[in-house]
């Protein structure tokens, strides 16, 4: 079974500049999650979708970070304007159901380097 | 906010050891659950054990075992007969029953030949 793809791997780009982050996660898995992990951190929730609505957005900035969940399997995650302190490793995850704690498996991630 | 905490920064052993990795967690609410999951060098994190908050069995998993006590909120983890892939930083995390992790600040083993 294929685990979580996220793309690009790496990103570096100048501040206020955009960029747009992609994961597909597990085939069948209704639940999907962004996580942001700051160098020596563990991951933080950004968002938590179900299909293609949105259960938990309460820590994503909404004023500069988006996401979606079109048709409910891929997902992209858009910072606009970046700033330094999104420099970071941003991880999607999937689990197969959702409210009971399926175990989430984790994507590689993409490593964004703000300049 | 309800945290885990994972008092050792880095834990550096010579293979073949064993590595004890602790964890204490907060916690309000009956249901929870309680994971441990490994971040190689690679970035990935991989899912390495559950435990369901009404359930304290402890297991070994082949060179795997926690012991998870309620009654100190700990859930600790060792690794038997350590190797160099062991090598990575080690995460204690506590789900809800919503799907929210929370994760602790993990533990960088190292695993020297």
């Known amino acids: 079974e294929a685990g979580v793809a996220q793309s690009p791997r790496y990103k570096i780009i100048e501040k206020r500049q955009s960029v747009a982050f992609w994961c597909n996660p597990i085939?069948?898995?209704?639940?999907l999650y962004w996580y942001q992990q700051i160098l020596g951190q563990g991951p933080k929730l950004l968002i938590q979708?179900?299909?293609?609505?949105?259960?938990?957005d309460s820590q994503l900035p909404k004023d500069r970070f988006s996401a979606e969940r079109l048709k409910g399997v891929d997902s992209t995650l858009k910072i606009q304007p970046a700033k330094l302190e999104d420099s970071a490793v941003y991880l999607c995850?999937?689990?197969?159901?959702?409210?009971?704690?399926?175990?989430?498996?984790f994507g590689p991630g993409t490593r964004l380097t703000v300049l | 906010a309800q945290k885990v905490t994972q008092a050792q920064t880095e834990i550096s052993v010579v293979e073949k050891e064993d590595v004890t990795l602790d964890c204490v967690y907060e916690t309000r609410d009956t249901t929870y659950y309680l994971f441990w999951y490994k971040q190689p060098p690679s970035g990935e994190l991989v899912f390495l054990i559950r435990r369901n908050s009404f359930d304290e069995q402890n297991e070994i998993s082949g060179r795997y075992s926690w012991n998870f006590q309620k009654s100190t909120s700990s859930f600790n983890f060792t690794i038997t007969a350590s190797q160099v892939v062991d090598s990575a930083v080690y995460f204690c995390?506590?789900?809800?029953?919503?799907?929210?992790?929370?994760f602790g600040a993990g533990t960088q083993v190292v695993v020297t030949p």
């Open positions: 995850a999937s689990s197969k159901l959702a409210g009971n704690t399926d175990t989430q498996y």
């Open positions: 995390v506590r789900g809800d029953s919503w799907g929210k992790l929370q």
């Open positions: 979708f179900q299909n293609n609505g949105v259960v938990d």
């Open positions: 085939s069948g898995h209704a639940t």
